[in-house]
Nanobody, 123 residues
Framework: QVQLVESGGGSVQAGGSLRLSCAAY????????MGWFRQAPGKKREGVAY???????TYPASVKGRFTISLDNEKNTLYLQMNTLKPEDTAMYYC?????????????????WGKGTLVTISS
């Protein structure tokens, strides 16, 4: 069964760090466009980090320099290291997989989604 399982969310104070994990089952992560997305209450889902099947990474300006996406091929697990967290980073975080090739992709293009892990940043 193909699935993604996120973990590592929690509550931290502003300026702190968290590392999210996304374990993949039933397929090989490195063959896909992988992304971390987040959705805050009342807001659209947005991508915060992407890794293509060639290993290139992309970040939006809002998190660039603070978030780092990485992949452990042996564990078939994707990570998101989040540093210098801000209250506006509070959201449900999801990992997702989309077809290889073009990357990043919009949420609508991603075909496999995890159930999410909640990140809460207090000021």
């Amino acid at each position: 069964q193909v699935q993604l399982v996120e973990s590592g969310g929690g509550s931290v104070q502003a300026g702190g760090s968290l590392r999210l994990s996304c374990a993949a089952y039933g397929y090989t992560v490195s063959n896909y466009c992988m992304g971390w997305f987040r959705q805050a209450p009342g807001k659209k889902r947005e991508g915060v980090a992407y890794m293509s099947s060639t290993g290139s990474t992309t970040y939006p300006a809002s998190v660039k320099g603070r978030f780092t996406i990485s992949l452990d091929n042996e564990k078939n697990t994707l990570y998101l290291q989040m540093n210098t967290l801000k209250p506006e980073d509070t959201a449900m975080y999801y990992c997702a997989a989309g077809p290889g090739g073009r990357c990043p992709r919009t949420p609508a293009d991603m075909t496999i989604w995890g159930k999410g892990t909640l990140v809460t940043i207090s000021s």
